[in-house]
């Protein structure tokens, strides 16, 4: 049993370094196309707890805290760092129309199938979370959760759900690539393809900007935790999220949004947040997970028939609205892959509208779990 805060946090490194480079070699692609390094990451952690790796200290609690309460506000700072609001405007009226009908469908769609199935006040939370997450991203999902206060075994619902509903979901928008003149032509759009935009700077990064991105991300979740306990009305937690983001976009106008990197240190940071989210979860509490995953496929289809509504309403092509629904709910990992089966200069596209969406996913996902609360039994 490990009782050192110390080997606790290289531990969770560990795992979470494990599964980050294995999804990185060819060879294992077929595990995580299906099971995504986060899942993996989270389940492998909680097994960990399961057996007593971790002794339950209050060093251990303590450090657990101080390390999820820095790297959040931290990772939503780098991430929303390559968010480019200028180049998104660039992107027509039809993309953009699209973009929109998939954010606003599945808002709806949440709060229609919460009420739906009677969810009570209680996984509100869990159901924010998820919506941030098919919204923007994994990173938004725990940035959610968190100013929620979702506890670490409903954040496992809620990746299970992401995980298995979002498989499905990929595999049935590139099975409709094949009916896209076809649905052009009942919907009334035109066929001329849409001009693809490229995703901006993906320079590598290097140990200058390494370290000067990394020891700005920790100065602005410091000032932002210092901040947010002063700010009343939210919560601290709340109040660091959107700080944080707000500090993010702030970032974006300066040289420091056009540094390589940002989203690739944010995305370390990810997986070690999952990595400790996991080592605090209950393996005894995952009882409710098919009904969680009914309620996901249902949001999912309500999700649908919203967007086939609005391509109607707004005369768009398949493509326009499967990129969205997937920058949406897949992201920057999924959207471009579906981009480029339509063609391949247009996976640009994908990347600006799925990167908008770590924007959108926190205000978005926070905005769903206060309806939801309003509407609860």
């Given at each position: 049993m490990i009782d050192s805060p110390l080997l606790y946090l290289l531990s969770?490194?560990?795992?979470?370094?494990?599964?980050?480079?294995?999804e990185r070699f060819e060879r294992s692609r077929f595990l995580f196309d299906y099971l995504p390094a986060v899942v993996l990451i989270y389940a492998v952690s909680m097994v960990c707890a399961q057996t007593g790796l971790w002794e339950k200290s209050a060093a251990i609690s303590r450090v657990y805290h101080t390390a999820k309460g820095n790297l959040l506000p931290a990772m939503l700072f780098l991430m929303l760092l390559s968010v480019d609001l200028r180049r998104f405007m660039k992107l027509g009226p039809k993309l953009l129309a699209a973009y929109a009908s998939a954010t606003l469908s599945l808002i709806v769609a949440?709060?229609?199938?919460?009420?739906?199935?009677?969810?009570t006040k209680e996984e509100a939370g869990l159901f924010a979370a998820l919506a941030g997450s098919w919204m923007g991203g994994t990173a938004n999902m725990l940035a959610v959760g968190s100013a929620m206060g979702v506890g670490e075994s409903a954040m496992g619902y809620a990746l299970a759900v992401d995980a298995v509903c979002y498989t499905v979901w990929v595999a049935f928008l590139l099975a409709l690539v094949p009916f896209?003149?076809?649905?052009?032509?009942?919907?009334?759009?035109?066929?001329?393809?849409?001009?693809?935009?490229?995703?901006?700077?993906?320079?590598?990064?290097?140990?200058?900007?390494?370290?000067?991105l990394l020891g700005i991300s920790f100065l602005?979740?410091?000032?932002?935790?210092?901040?947010?306990?002063?700010?009343?009305?939210?919560g601290t937690t709340t109040w660091t999220v959107l700080l944080a983001t707000l500090a993010g976009i702030a970032g974006s106008y300066t040289?420091?949004?056009?540094?390589?990197?940002?989203?690739?240190?944010?995305?370390?940071?990810?997986?070690?947040?999952?990595?400790?989210?996991?080592?605090?979860?209950?393996?005894?509490?995952?009882?409710?997970?098919?009904r969680y995953i009914a309620a996901g496929f249902a949001i999912l289809l309500l999700h649908a028939l919203l967007l086939v509504a609005a391509a109607r309403r707004f005369r768009l092509d398949l493509f326009s609205i499967g990129v969205a629904s997937l920058a949406n709910i897949g992201g920057v990992a999924s959207a471009?892959?579906?981009?480029?089966?339509?063609?391949?200069?247009?996976?640009?596209?994908?990347?600006?509208?799925?990167?908008?969406?770590?924007?959108?996913?926190?205000?978005?996902?926070?905005?769903?779990?206060?309806?939801?609360q309003w509407i609860a039994v």
């Open positions: 969770i490194a560990a795992i979470a370094a494990f599964f980050g480079i294995a949440f709060v229609a199938v919460f009420a739906l199935f009677g969810f896209a003149a076809r649905f052009s032509r009942w919907s009334g759009a035109t066929h001329e393809m849409q001009r693809a935009l490229e995703p901006g700077c993906a320079c590598t990064i290097g140990p200058r900007r390494y370290w000067l602005v979740a410091v000032v932002s935790r210092g901040v947010a306990d002063e700010l009343p009305g939210l040289p420091l949004g056009r540094f390589g990197g940002s989203r690739e240190l944010s995305g370390t940071m990810l997986l070690l947040l999952v990595a400790l989210i996991g080592s605090r979860a209950d393996l005894g509490s995952f009882g409710d997970v098919p471009p892959i579906l981009a480029s089966a339509y063609h391949r200069s247009l996976a640009g596209v994908a990347v600006l509208m799925a990167v908008v969406g770590y924007l959108v996913g926190t205000f978005g996902g926070l905005l769903v779990g206060f309806l939801l």
